[in-house]
């Protein structure tokens, strides 16, 4: 199972701070890679945040509405995770989005896929079946199937592998695994783009991270 979100967004105003009229200076995706029968254990993590601080319910927390304890819980949590079970695996990609070539500006839905398989396809490349949950709302495709066709390309004619990847989008309203994502990616990109390394530091270890365009 590969569950994806993003942070940061696709604007290209750098003449402004960011949130005062500024684009992000940078583009994070992440993805939560965990065996089928794991995957309860990180949506057990967002679970126990929800319990511990009391958060609603009835309503999705985003990374971008939790404080700074709340955020350091969260890396706490996925670091301990990661360290008793190897096989779940944490990536990000990040983009230096002021290094993006002008004409790969106009289409960021290649951008997009590109990051995507850059990111994910020697992991997928190792298994015969992998699914895929990105939140449709972040993990932006033009066309429906591109990003799908366009991996399972990949990993059939560049990978050689027989590998049958299963598309099946989630809302992160409505999957603890991709809200586990939304807050993997929020840590990644606080620390690009604020410098704020605390929560990264800690689930660092367990990252594997790829830098593009810096």
Request: glycine share 4%; hydrophobic share 40%.
């Amino acid at each position: 199972m590969a569950y994806l979100d993003e942070s940061g967004d696709l604007g290209w105003k750098f003449d402004a701070p960011y949130g005062s009229g500024g684009s992000s200076r940078f583009l994070t995706i992440s993805a939560l890679c965990v065996p089928a029968d794991k995957r309860h254990l990180p949506k057990r993590v967002v679970k126990d945040l929800y319990s511990k601080f009391k958060w609603p319910t009835k309503s999705e927390r985003k990374w971008s509405m939790m404080n700074p304890n709340e955020r350091l819980e969260f890396a706490n949590h996925a670091r301990e995770m990661c360290d008793k079970h190897p096989d779940i695996v944490l990536h990000a990609i990040v983009v230096k989005k002021k290094n993006v070539m002008p004409h790969i500006q106009q289409d960021p839905n290649k951008l997009y896929n590109y990051m995507i398989r850059l990111a994910l396809l020697d992991r997928m490349a190792q298994f015969d079946v992998v699914t895929m949950v990105p939140d449709p709302r972040s993990i932006r495709v033009k066309s429906g199937n591109s990003l799908h066709d366009y991996l399972q390309t990949e990993l059939w004619f560049e990978k050689k592998a027989a590998t049958n990847l299963i598309t099946v989008p989630a809302d992160s309203a409505t999957s603890l695994a991709v809200q586990f994502a939304d807050m993997l990616a929020g840590t990644v990109q606080t620390h690009f783009e604020q410098n704020s390394a605390a929560g990264f530091q800690v689930i660092q270890p367990r990252l594997q991270l790829v830098r593009l365009f810096f």
